[in-house]
T-cell receptor, first 111, second 115 residues
Framework: DAMVIQNPRYQVTQFGKPVTLSCSQTLNHNVMYWYQQKSSQAPKLLFHYYDKDFNNEADTPDNFQSRRPNTSFCFLDIRSPGLGDAAMYLC??????????FGQGTRLTVV | AQSVTQPDIHITVSEGASLELRCNYSYGATPYLFWYVQSPGQGLQLLLKYFSGDTLVQGIKGFEAEFKRSQSSFNLRKPSVHWSDAAEYFCAVGSTVGGADGLTFGKGTHLIIQP
């Protein structure tokens, strides 16, 4: 009964080659988030959608973009991945009155 | 700006012993506090949360946490740990009930269980 599903679980991409990570949810939550978690570090919020309103964290690099075509899906696009973008990317969802539910994450490797 | 400090990077506990993981937060208004657990290569699972009311909150897997406003702390406890509790534990603070503006996480505490 997975509620927040991230695909793929593991993604290998070439340096500079655009890559897209996907997240879907069955919870009908109106808020969706993308976090970046580098090895042995805390998850760091990149951006989130409150319904269709996009909120970008001030220090999120321009190389990262997101799309939310509907309530259920959200995508993370990395336009030109660098070696420093290798990380676990976590998608999460919530309503205004609930805690955040996280997906299993996508481990991105840049070669 | 809000922040979370987890002063212990690693903690080693014998199986069956009690556990306390420390968390201190900095936030100007009423904090919404969470503890998440992460197994290797996995996402985050919520253990418990504090929104308001009783300052001692019960969570899953036998965990509890106590909110102490005077100490700006939200320490996680378990009376008897099991080998399956070995994982990374993150304390987090949000500005809304659901953390709708996103969560600020501490750097995590890696829990090692000795047989």
């Amino acid at each position: 009964d997975a509620m927040v599903i991230q695909n793929p679980r593991y993604q290998v991409t070439q340096f500079g080659k655009p890559v897209t990570l996907s997240c879907s949810q069955t919870l009908n939550h109106n808020v969706m988030y993308w976090y970046q978690q580098k090895s042995s570090q805390a998850p760091k919020l990149l951006f989130h959608y409150y319904d269709k309103d996009f909120n970008n964290e001030a220090d999120t690099p321009d190389n990262f973009q997101s799309r939310r075509p509907n309530t259920s899906f959200c995508f993370l696009d990395i336009r030109s991945p660098g070696l420093g973008d290798a990380a676990m990317y976590l998608c999460a969802t919530s309503r205004w009155d609930t805690e955040a539910f996280f997906g299993q994450g996508t481990r991105l490797t840049v070669v | 700006a809000q922040s979370v400090t987890q002063p212990d990077i690693h903690i080693t506990v014998s199986e069956g012993a009690s556990l306390e993981l420390r968390c201190n937060y900095s936030y100007g208004a009423t904090p919404y506090l969470f503890w998440y657990v992460q197994s290797p290569g996995q996402g985050l699972q919520l253990l418990l949360k504090y929104f308001s009311g009783d300052t001692l909150v019960q969570g899953i897997k036998g965990f509890e946490a106590e909110f102490k406003r005077s100490q700006s702390s939200f320490n996680l406890r378990k009376p008897s740990v099991h080998w399956s509790d070995a994982a990374e534990y993150f304390c987090a603070v949000g500005s809304t009930v659901g953390g709708a503006d996103g969560l600020t996480f501490g750097k995590g505490t890696h829990l090692i269980i000795q047989p």
